[in-house]
């Protein structure tokens, strides 16, 4: 009997700045049949929270520095507000999910980011996914939703790249699962020309993918989502696809698909 | 084989303000042997945190009003930053928790309180618990801790008193456990005397509690926790105790115990 087949689906800010949009996508993503789970970014909420509240958003590189005000409502945000808010209007759909921080079930260790070159913060490597629960529950049909937090095993609770979660138990999961990782974002994939939507790049694999980051093709923001995807097809993950959330639900949707 | 004993545990704003006895009070949790699960109140923080951000807070005979603005704070506050702290730091003690609002495995569901004689806004009322992911977990040795969240399975979250919460799950587990509710506050017990803490009243039942009522012996903010804990030991629930949480450490601790 071959292994059961596990998608694990991350949406970003894209989605959740988009009430509508969201809704929509809960639908759909309840009415998904087999083992499933879902990872959640936070999108614009935390930095207009901060903003309200008084504390400054600090950011270097394009990476956010999380002091203990920012974490606080980082922790707040994505573990409270909208985790809860996912979980409950999936069931409404009859979707029967649990919110997941890394710390829940002990699920994901991290360890706090070295603070050279750059000091981060309260920023959480991943260093240990465990998956005996997480197979407990899915098993049962529930689906785990996580947020982008993890704790360090000692108390500390970190802020983690939603991306990195979702390859880290994309790959944890392979061990159990034939495993399919999904990076939702607002563009078609991964574009060879980043103003054209039918630009499509149908497929990376590690073969081809230097080449696409030496010409360029590659870069910016783009960069660690390869990586992560690159990083989960060598670990057993069957395949990554990135793209809009249609991907999943209509065949007939482009999307970049990375296999190894 | 007799049924297993289930300890269900609430810790209110007293412990919850307090962040050595916080710590203090998990560290003695983590190492509780057997079933048990922890609710936990709010305390002051999402008061504070609604002066932050400028969010009126409104309050009618001592119960908070909640309006969208404040929905967002509790279930900011109570589902993410307080239950996130409260399950790292089991973990750190090694004890195995998951956070928990009623909306996680449909766990809690409620229906919004009717808008008269007063309107509490998205206040919600217990209807219905479901026990089978908490049984799931509990078996596995794994402590479900919830906030005083539940939600109404069309998608909307609610705000509901954490007595009420702990006093529910108890009454749903007590045909799986021999259930056991432990209501921790800041003072010895039921006091005969309100200035006395040496005057705890050691034994209520369902039959001594009316005189004690009549008297206004139990008055004020005592009337619904004593109600709850009725209720409790009315539906199977083997025993309710109220006092401070070093009765469920120490042997030695005067506490008012409720039995049938």
Not at 38 to 48: E, F, N, Y
Not at 120 to 131: I, K, L, P, R, Y
């Given at each position: 009997m071959g292994m059961k087949t596990l998608k694990v689906i991350k949406i970003g800010g894209?989605?959740?700045d988009d009430n509508e949009a969201l809704l929509g996508f809960l639908k759909d993503f309840s009415n998904l049949k087999g083992p499933k789970l879902?990872?959640?970014?936070?999108?614009?909420?935390?930095?207009?929270l901060a903003k309200k509240m008084g504390v400054e958003v600090k950011m270097i590189d394009g990476r956010r520095i999380t002091d203990v005000h920012t974490l606080d409502i980082i922790v707040m945000m994505y573990a409270g507000k909208i985790n809860k808010y996912i979980v409950a209007n999936l069931q409404a759909n009859q979707c029967n999910a649990i919110g997941f921080s890394g710390a829940d079930g002990n699920s994901i260790i991290s360890t706090k980011r070295p603070t050279t070159p750059v000091d981060?913060?309260?920023?959480?490597?991943?260093?240990?996914?465990?998956?005996e629960v997480l197979e407990l529950l899915i098993n049962q049909n529930i689906t785990p939703v996580f947020c982008a937090i993890t704790h360090d095993k000692n108390g500390q609770l970190l802020n983690t790249n939603a991306?990195?979660?979702a390859s880290e138990l994309a790959i944890a999961l392979a061990k159990t699962y034939q495993t399919e990782l999904y990076y939702c974002f607002?563009?078609?994939?991964?574009?060879?020309d980043i103003n054209d939507e039918f630009s499509v790049i149908e497929s990376i694999t590690p073969d081809n993918v230097q080449e696409l980051i030496q010409n360029k093709i590659i870069s910016?923001?783009?960069?660690?989502?390869?990586?992560?995807?690159?990083?989960?097809?060598?670990?057993?993950?069957?395949?990554?696809?990135?793209?809009?959330?249609?991907m999943i639900f209509n065949p007939f949707t482009y999307f970049t698909s990375i296999t190894k």
């Open positions: 894209d989605i959740i879902l990872v959640h970014g936070g999108g614009k909420s935390a930095t207009d981060f913060g309260f920023a959480g490597d991943v260093t240990q996914v465990n998956t991306d990195t979660i607002e563009k078609s994939g991964v574009l060879r910016d923001g783009m960069l660690p989502k390869i990586k992560n995807s690159i990083n989960a097809v060598n670990h057993k993950v069957n395949k990554v696809c990135i793209g809009k959330s249609e």
